[in-house]
């Protein structure tokens, strides 16, 4: 439902503003959509690298917990 209001009330305004510029806004329209494009490229883009710097710092921080416990073991096996 969210979802409709927000296309019609976008369309309403799309509709509002190209009676008011005089159809200036149905040319700056490819432009206008280019940049929303960008900026979610962009978002989506920085979501991954953080996702990806969450992986890395969990894989890291784990990977050397389980080396030093593998050390640990294979020292005390050696000394029995």
């Not at 992986?55 to 029995?80: D, F, P």
Request: net charge neutral; aromatic share 2%.
């Amino acid at each position: 439902m969210k979802l409709l209001l927000g296309v019609t009330g976008a369309l309403a305004g799309v509709i509002v503003l190209n009676i008011l510029t005089g159809g200036a806004i149905t040319a700056a329209l490819p432009i206008i959509l280019e940049v929303i494009v960008n900026v979610m490229n962009a978002a989506s883009i920085i979501e991954a690298i953080t996702g990806a710097a969450k992986n890395i710092a969990t894989y890291l921080s784990q990977g050397g917990q389980e080396t030093s416990e593998l050390r640990l073991r294979h020292l005390q096996q050696h000394w029995q």
